[in-house]
């Protein structure tokens, strides 16, 4: 089977700006949205290994979206899709 981040444009979901993958078998995540690097605006991937890392990364997200960044609030809202995702998965095993 093949990872679902292999290609983000058919198993991606987009929140606004950000795309999110996730990979139930793996149980990780990889988000992409555009940043600002500098005085240019390049697209980023994180991936985020566990549901622990995602939560921790979508409170830094929220924070960053209450400061007015609007590109965080896409990235929390897909950080929080992928949490959910993993959650039911992990929830099943048990």
């Given at each position: 089977?093949?990872?679902?981040h292999?290609?983000?444009?058919?198993?991606?979901?987009?929140?606004?700006?950000?795309?999110?993958?996730?990979?139930?078998?793996?149980?990780?995540?990889?988000?992409?949205?555009?940043?600002?690097?500098?005085?240019?605006?390049?697209?980023?991937?994180?991936?985020?290994?566990?549901?622990?890392?995602?939560e921790?990364?979508?409170t830094?997200?929220?924070?960053?979206?209450?400061?007015?960044?609007?590109?965080?609030?896409?990235?929390?809202?897909?950080?929080?899709?992928?949490?959910?995702?993993?959650?039911?998965?992990?929830g099943?095993?048990?």
């Open positions: 089977m093949t990872s679902p292999l290609n983000p444009e058919a198993h991606g979901i987009a929140f606004g700006a950000a795309v999110v993958t996730v990979d139930q078998d793996l149980g990780d995540c990889i988000v992409r949205a555009p940043r600002k690097v500098g005085m240019t605006v390049s697209p980023v991937s994180r991936r985020f290994n566990s549901l622990d890392e995602i921790g990364a979508r830094q997200q929220l924070r960053l979206e209450a400061g007015g960044d609007a590109v965080a609030g896409d990235i929390a809202r897909a950080l929080k899709f992928a949490a959910q995702q993993l959650a039911s998965k992990q099943k095993r048990r």
